[in-house]
């Protein structure tokens, strides 16, 4: 055995893209606070290293609310620790993740209801009481 042989190595996941990206939320929420802007983060398109996102959704944590639908596949959309700060996760129909985000907002687009929806549930609740 050479002396190379002997010094002890340990192999850690870089984690070098959890420190950025949570440095953008807090510019993000910043931003929410200041001008009432929304900040979506794709992190599907962003290049993780092994146990990057891992420890990204750790760091986040989880807070007090999670909805769940089921429109062409599921999604999930859960609020971390810090209000303001989304983690949502899209899904195929296979149970493949199609879009992973960070949304800093208020609440996410998502679970806002869409105007098109609020007539035709006036027109039909107006149905209901003619």
Sequence with gaps: MTSVDKIAVQVEAMH??????L???LHALDKLLE???PTTIDLAGLPFA???????????????LVAQLDALGSSRIRETAYP???WIEHRNAHDEVVG???EIT?????????????RTGRARLGEEFE
Aim: aromatic share 4%; net charge negative.
């Design 35 to 37: 001008k009432n802007m």
């Design 106 to 118: 208020r609440i996410p687009e998502i679970l806002a209801s869409q105007d098109a929806d609020i």
């Design 50 to 64: 092994p146990g990057e996102l891992d420890e990204l959704e750790a760091t986040l944590g989880n807070g007090e």
């Design 100 to 102: 992973r985000y960070l």
């Design 16 to 21: 070098g893209n959890v420190r950025p990206i």
């Design 84 to 86: 303001g700060v989304w």
């Design 23 to 25: 440095n953008e939320v």
